[in-house]
């Protein structure tokens, strides 16, 4: 029960040396996840090898089409850095490109009314800001595919 | 109900057979309460003590205690021998609420039959009403410390609990068809079963479905009343040979099967290949064939309810109902205590009892296969609690002779 809260939580770690390639990546516009260099599987979420073969992996930019497997939209802030942000739709994507894993994101330009279980998606890069929380890091959020 | 193929995302952990070994032969509660100042292990404390007057049995007489130490300030054996002035001399970590409410019979079983111990007491409590004003402690800061929670769900929004759970919900309907109203049923099955419990925290607030309906949504589809309660509270009981059981002063609760199942995929639930099952498809055919029963023999069953979805969800993978039908068991009256065809939750759950995390569970399920629980349900005599962590779940059945 010792892990040091950053000033700057809920903002990710981009340096953190398991999963912070997800977020070096975002900052650059591209969606990244780990692929494992043996097999192929995506090794989602990451872990020191793949848990599928134990073979090593690497960040493997993906397409960013994919479906909302689940979502929920929330209506109180659970953390008071996401005062500003309530409501909001947050949930599980599947993408066309990485079978057989899920990515938890934010659902952005949606009407919060029409969004739907299935609903074709797609990755946009936004800004990520927290009320009382100094700075900002872009991140991958899903939007509506026309 | 027969399930002709196992999923293959997880298994049953190997327990020994424990039938006709122990029984449990005392059982306390603390006082629930909101936010009440008390320190965790003066709640553990009080219940036990309760526990020990239940069983007619004397402090000095203890001789084994089991705590989870992955909750702060438990009552462990320097606590137990300040509060007594006994230390007990076999201790285990492997006990406490959630699953090991459960597979405490287990580990208390094998140290009994190998003389550890002859008198063994589980308990947990928590503080965490008291201590949610200043969030340090709860179930929020316990999972924020997970790296990738923190890292790859938290920026999303996708955190805490009640946000998980809510999108499993949302998946379960869109699979099976459940509705609102069935999440609804079940808040308000388990607050009328509170109603009539003498120490449940929502004892006296009533809830009909229109109440439901018109509560304000915390995270689609989830409004307060799917979510368990934030409260102080703890709960106990005591575990000893059925042999000295039979001198004690209550009819004999024997400990009948105990199953443990485990998901593959950990604590990430996005990970879970089913997102809408829980390891009780593992643990509870392992826990019946140890006690030689079904699911159709259950009387009473007190199910991990930190969220309506996931009582609704092991309800369904013990085989209380068909997948896909445990919201049309709540809807039509399932699981009231008085002529449910399952009576759940009978002093009202994590939902509107008091959040102790299954312990309290036991103790009401150990007073339903007595016969003096406060919604007691006619003729109860095999009883079951299935405890749940997320990646973990396990399956205790009690019964009466």
């Not at chain 1, 591209?30 to 090794?43: E, F, K, N, S, T």
């Not at chain 2, 934030?230 to 009948?256: C, K, N």
């Not at chain 2, 159709?296 to 309810?305: F, L, P, W």
């Not at chain 2, 009256?333 to 399952?342: C, F, K, P, Q």
Request: charged letters at 20%; a negative charge; proline letters at 7%.
């Amino acid at each position: 029960m010792t892990t040091h809260f950053s000033s700057t939580f809920p903002l990710p770690d981009p340096s953190d040396p398991l999963t912070g390639g997800f977020w070096s990546h975002a900052q650059q516009r591209v969606l990244a996840l780990p692929r494992c260099q043996a097999c192929g599987a995506w090794c989602w979420y990451p872990r020191a090898t793949c848990v599928a073969c134990s073979g090593p992996w690497r960040w493997t930019p993906v397409g960013g089409h994919g479906r909302i497997f689940t979502f929920t939209i929330v209506h109180k802030a659970f953390l008071p850095a996401f005062a500003d942000d309530i409501p909001f739709a947050t949930g599980l994507v599947v993408l066309d490109d990485a079978e057989g894993i899920r990515l938890a994101t934010r659902f952005s330009n949606i009407d919060l009314a029409a969004i739907e279980m299935d609903m074709p998606v797609t990755v946009r890069f936004e800004e990520l800001r927290f009320a009382g929380v100094d700075g900002s890091m872009l991140a991958p959020v899903f939007e509506p595919r026309p | 109900m027969a399930r002709t193929a196992r999923p293959s995302w997880g298994w049953a952990e190997p327990l020994d057979d424990i039938t006709g070994q122990v029984a449990i032969v005392g059982v306390g509660e603390s006082d629930h309460t909101r936010a009440s100042g008390r320190t965790t292990t003066e709640i553990a404390a009080q219940a036990v003590e309760r526990a020990l007057r239940d069983a007619r049995i004397d402090p000095a007489d203890v001789d084994g205690l089991m705590w989870h130490p992955s909750f702060p300030d438990q009552l462990d054996a320097g606590a137990f021998a300040r509060h007594f002035g006994v230390t007990p001399k076999w201790t285990s970590t492997e006990g406490g609420g959630m699953t090991w409410a459960a597979t405490a019979a287990s580990t208390a079983a094998a140290a009994i039959r190998a003389g550890h111990a002859s008198v063994v007491v589980n308990a947990f409590a928590v503080a965490w009403a008291t201590q949610r004003r200043s969030m340090v402690g709860g179930p929020g800061q316990q999972h924020a410390q997970d790296l990738h929670k923190r890292q790859l769900e938290v920026p999303f929004g996708w955190f805490p609990q009640p946000v998980y759970y809510a999108s499993i919900a949302r998946r379960h309907m869109h699979d099976h068809g459940t509705s609102e109203d069935d999440l609804g049923s079940i808040a308000v099955a388990f607050r009328r079963h509170a109603n009539l419990h003498p120490t449940a925290v929502m004892r006296d607030r009533s809830l009909s479905i229109e109440d439901y309906r018109a509560s304000a949504p915390v995270a689609t589809p989830f409004r307060n009343e799917d979510c368990s309660l934030i409260s102080d509270g703890g709960a106990a009981f005591v575990i000893t040979s059925q042999e000295r059981a039979r001198d004690l002063p209550h009819p004999l609760v024997a400990v009948a099967g105990v199953g443990l199942g485990t998901s593959a995929t950990g604590v990430h639930l996005a990970e879970q290949p089913d997102l809408t099952s829980t390891p009780q498809v593992f643990s509870a055919p392992a826990a019946f064939g140890m006690a030689g029963i079904t699911a159709a023999d259950i009387d009473v069953i007190e199910v991990y309810d930190p969220f309506t979805i996931v009582a609704l969800m092991q309800l369904e993978d013990i085989g209380c109902c068909e997948k896909g039908e445990g919201g049309e068991l709540a809807r039509n009256g399932g699981l009231r205590y008085d002529g449910g065809r399952v009576p759940c939750n009978t002093h009202g759950g994590l939902l509107s009892h008091a959040y102790v995390l299954g312990v309290a569970h036991v103790v009401e399920l150990v007073r339903q296969l007595r016969g003096t629980a406060a919604a007691q349900v006619d003729g109860a005599r095999v009883g079951v609690y299935a405890g749940y962590t997320g990646p973990q779940a396990s399956t205790l059945v009690l019964v009466a002779p």
